[in-house]
Structure formats: C-alpha cells, structure tokens
C-alpha cells in the first residue's frame, strides 16, 4: 500500500535540488546492494529523484519518489512484498534514513549561511557560538538541574577540610537550596534577550550561500563586517517598522561587494511569547519569564523553583531548525520539568545521598571512594531519566501532539539518533552520565502513543518505561 509523507526543511528554494543530489551521491549511490534504478529528472518544474529500496534477506522492495518542494513530498510504493510479511517497520526505517541524510545535508548548508536574529526593542547581539559560560549555564541549570548538584561533588572536599563534616554538610546543603532558588534568575543574566508581551516575536533572516563563497566571504570581510551588516539590516527594517527581506539585505551586501540571491534566502518571524502562553496555559501555570539565546545550537531549557517561578530558555537554533508546532511541544516538555517541581526533587534526591553518604553508607565511601562516585553518579543519572521520560509524556498529555515532539527530537538530535540505530548495541546509551534516556526510546516512545494520552501517574509510567526500555536492551 502506498504510504505518503512530507519532511520539513529550513532550506531555502535555491538549494531544494541540491539536496536530491546529495542524496543521490552520498546516501543511495554507496549502497548499491540496497539501492538501485536511481535516476534524477524534472516534473512540472520540480527536481524529482527516484530509486528502488530492497532487502534482499527480506526479499521485500519499494520505489521511492521524491520532489524537491518545501517541505519535500515522499511517495513509498511496495513492489514486491511477501505474504503474511510485516513490511510497515521496514518503510518506516527508510523513512528515518531518508530524514537523517536530508537533516545531513541541512547542516552542510548551515556551515554556509549567514543568520540575522532580532528581538523587536531590543538591542542588536550577534549569532556566535557558546561561550563556556553560556554551556556551562545551559548544563547548570537548564530543566532538572543535576549538574549543579553533581559540581558539588568536587567542592565537598574543600569544604570538609575548611568546616569540618557537619559544618560542611549543612553549608552545602544550604548553598545548593539557594542556587535552586536563584536558578531562573541566574539564567536570565546568562541569555542575551528577553521577550515580553510588549517585544514578542524574533525575526530570523538566513542567507544560504555556497560554502566556497561563504569561506571567502569570512575572509575578506570578518565578523566585524557582518555584525555592521546586522546593525544596518535592523536600522532600515525593524527600526522603522518594516520586516527584514532580501530586497532589503541587498542593498547592505552590496556595500561589502556581495550579492543577496532571492532563492537563497529564508525569512520567518515567530511570536515566542504567544508560544509559550499557549504551553502554559494548558498546562495551567503562571506564565513563564522567557529568554533567548542568540547561538544556533537547537537547544532549550526550563529552571526555577516553583511553577509560579520559572524560566524558559530558548535558542534562536532551535527557532531555525523547527516549526511552530514542534516549538511548541518542546516548550511543553520543559513546562512538564516546571509543573512537575523537577529541579525541587532532584534536589531533594540529591541532597538525601549526600547526608547518606557521610552516615550510613560512609563505610562504603571509605572503602572505595571512586567505585562509589560512578556509582552513585550512575544511580542519579538513572533516575533522572525518569523525570525527562514524564516530561515528554507531560507534553504528549498536555499539549496533545506526540508524534509532534517526536519529530522535534528527530530534527534536534539525527546525529545522535544515527549513532542509535546503527550501534551494534544500545547499553551505553543507558548507563552514560546523561539525564535524558537514548533519543531512539523517546522518539519510539512518543510515536507509538495514540491520542489523546491520558495517564494517572505520569511518574510512575515514565519510570516504568525507562526500567522496561533499558531491560529490553540487556534482552530481559
């Protein structure tokens, strides 16, 4: 039975073919035992790329076709199927693959491209990589928090030799609570804009250029020519009240003798706060102060210390990278990490190991301090996979689009997820220092939930989950 499908992309219409022929050199072409009949034409004016998908040990084979619109237009056709043979999970891998190299070839484009972020009112703030003070917030306090409890472990020892045990004990304690109550404020001073009712929406401007030009377009100008660009962009834009474009930016590069492309250019503007009111409001919290981030890593995170009292993250990547709806079942994961008080009961949990550490398991310490450490920071790592499991479960049951949010963390985490499905074993993905569970089991996970969802305890089934998912992995 045919089966039809469409992958969003954020490429601009100048290189909608390009991508068929990356596809066609470096995904089909290397595996010519899985492909074959590849052939790359023109319909109606649209770049169409065909190819025969087969498995010989199944003894199955489907014919693919694949327009080059925005969002691309997939069409799955089985030829030969045999009977009584299960073919779905099989199309539905090929489906992934085909996302994962489109994702591939997104991200070449990235390398290659120019972005202009504004927050209306406020002021211009260039689109850099993260600073180690920024990574180090995001990781710090970003959503359950661990990693600032986990920092302590190092910080003990001193505090010991200063305080004595009891003295330390409480000190630490105490100073932690105080970081957990301070965490949306400490992570509002970390992020470059606020969004406000009064300045809303981002505009994003990107120009995707070839790579070769865009290497000499570095070069010859530098960063600081680009920052100037952004300046004079927002001066005739936004600053008199009209949005950025092309026509525009055109006059502005060819100041820096450089040419703005129409095809190569892709513009949006997104009302964050309006998103963000709508999580939650399903969720039925205070609204959330809301920052952002200018670097283009897909990323956001939720912290404070109650639900009256939060923050909300984002980055301007993960405003590129997805679209509206996915935006806002990300948004509804990190407000499952506020209503649900995550960073309170990792707290919590954290702080009752570390007065069992130095009472009733102190034995244990002493006599192998380095085995404990692993595994007490397995242990905490383990059960914070519970909490980010019900935060996607959270999301799927408030915000009500599962399938939704298991496409976010497709766009957001392809490489990871490759590295997934192709490991010949999934158990390090389990046991690594990483709150959040493999990418496979959530993006399953998510998928296979019919909705709308509707769970008693949300907790105890995400916990559940994740003892089942890891079980699986060790074929219990």
């Known amino acids: 039975m045919e089966k039809n499908f469409i992958i969003d992309t954020e490429l601009s219409s100048g290189h909608l073919e390009e991508a068929l022929d990356f596809l066609r050199e470096f995904y089909l072409l290397p595996q010519p035992d899985s492909f074959q009949n590849i052939s790359k034409g023109v319909v109606d004016g649209v770049g169409v790329l065909r190819y025969t998908a087969t498995n010989k040990e199944d003894k199955w084979e489907v014919r693919v076709e694949i327009q080059a619109t925005n969002p691309f237009s997939v069409k799955l056709l089985p030829v030969t199927v045999p009977t009584n043979f299960k073919i779905s999970p099989k199309i539905d891998l090929l489906e992934e693959e085909l996302f994962i190299a489109i994702q591939a070839f997104e991200d070449a484009i990235r390398q290659a491209t120019l972005y202009f972020a504004w927050v209306e009112g406020e002021k211009i703030i260039p689109e850099a990589p993260p600073t180690r003070r920024k990574k180090a917030s995001f990781r710090m306090f970003g959503s359950n928090m661990i990693m600032i409890y986990i920092l302590f472990f190092g910080v003990n020892i001193l505090l010991f030799l200063l305080l004595g045990v009891f003295l330390a004990i409480i000190g630490i304690l105490i100073f932690q609570l105080v970081i957990v109550l301070l965490s949306d404020r400490i992570l509002l001073n970390t992020s470059d804009w606020r969004i406000t009712p009064e300045n809303p929406r981002v505009h994003i401007l990107e120009y995707q250029l070839p790579l070769e ?18 300046e004079k962009i927002y001066q005739k834009s936004l600053a008199v009240g009209l949005e950025p474009t092309c026509e525009l930016g055109e006059d502005i590069f ?34 959330p102060k809301v920052a952002l981030s200018n670097t283009m890593i897909p990323n956001a995170a939720a912290t404070g210390p109650s639900p009256n009292r939060g923050l909300v993250l984002i980055t301007t990547g993960l405003l590129v990278q997805l679209e509206e709806d996915e935006i806002l079942s990300v948004i509804g994961h990190e407000m499952g990490h506020l209503s649900g008080r995550d960073p309170i009961i990792l707290f919590s949990i954290i702080s009752a190991e570390f007065i069992l550490r130095f009472t009733i398991l102190f034995p244990l310490v002493v006599l192998s301090p380095l085995i404990y450490l692993i595994v007490a920071l397995g242990f905490i790592f383990f059960v914070a996979k519970f909490f980010e499991t019900r935060a996607d479960l959270l999301s799927a049951m408030k915000i009500g689009q599962p399938q939704v949010l298991a496409s976010a963390l497709r766009k957001i985490g392809y490489q990871r997820l490759h590295a997934e499905r192709i490991s010949p074993t999934r158990f390090p993905s389990w046991i690594n220092f990483d ?13 296979n939930m019919k909705t709308p969802v509707k769970v008693s305890n949300p907790l105890l089934k995400s916990a559940g989950d994740v003892v089942n998912g890891f079980k699986r992995t060790l074929g219990l």
């Not at 100041?255 to 969720?283: P, T």
Request: charged fraction near 30%; charge should be positive; aromatic fraction near 14%.
């Open 254 to 287: 060819t100041e820096y003798g450089f040419h703005c492309q129409a095809d190569l250019k892709v513009a949006k503007v997104i009302d964050v706060y309006s998103i963000v009111e709508e999580a939650a409001s399903k969720f039925n919290v205070t609204m």
């Open 435 to 447: 709150p959040h569970p493999p990418i496979y089991f959530r993006i399953d996970r998510l998928e």
């Open 213 to 230: 030009d865009f290497q000499k377009f570095q070069k010859k100008f530098g960063k600081d020519s680009i920052i100037k660009m952004k």
